[in-house]
Nanobody, 124 residues
């Protein structure tokens, strides 16, 4: 089993930055891909960013390209999401997720492990 714990969410003004962290524990040797999904009220959960185990592959949703940066410290089993130039459209609950495959998937059901979620609210 793998446990994921997010931190770093909160309330921020539009145009400002926020950094999320996701710490993995347990059987982390199998967490090849990690990513951040988000879900806004009334919307489906969507993949925002994802990264392969050693960072050789990344995925960015079109809406966040150029503003968000994903990184991963495999030694610390921690993934980070740097979010810059935030807008109200980024307001959502952000979930850390991991899957035991080497390829990035945008489908939430293909991720076996999930964090509890952290709220990000951007005020305009």
């Amino acid at each position: 089993q793998v446990r994921l714990v997010e931190s770093g969410g909160g309330l921020v003004e539009a145009g400002r930055s926020l950094r999320l962290s996701c710490a993995a524990s347990g059987r982390t040797s199998t967490t090849y891909v990690m990513g951040w999904f988000r879900q806004a009220p009334g919307k489906e959960r969507e993949l925002v960013v994802a990264i392969s185990r050693f960072g050789s592959q990344t995925y960015y949703a079109r809406s966040v390209r150029g503003r968000f940066t994903i990184s991963r410290d495999s030694g610390k089993n921690t993934m980070y999401l740097q979010m810059n130039s935030l807008t109200s459209e980024d307001t959502a609950v952000y979930y850390c997720a991991a899957r035991e495959e080497s390829t990035i998937s945008t489908r939430s059901y293909e991720y076996e492990y999930w964090g509890q979620g952290t709220q990000v609210t951007v005020s305009s």
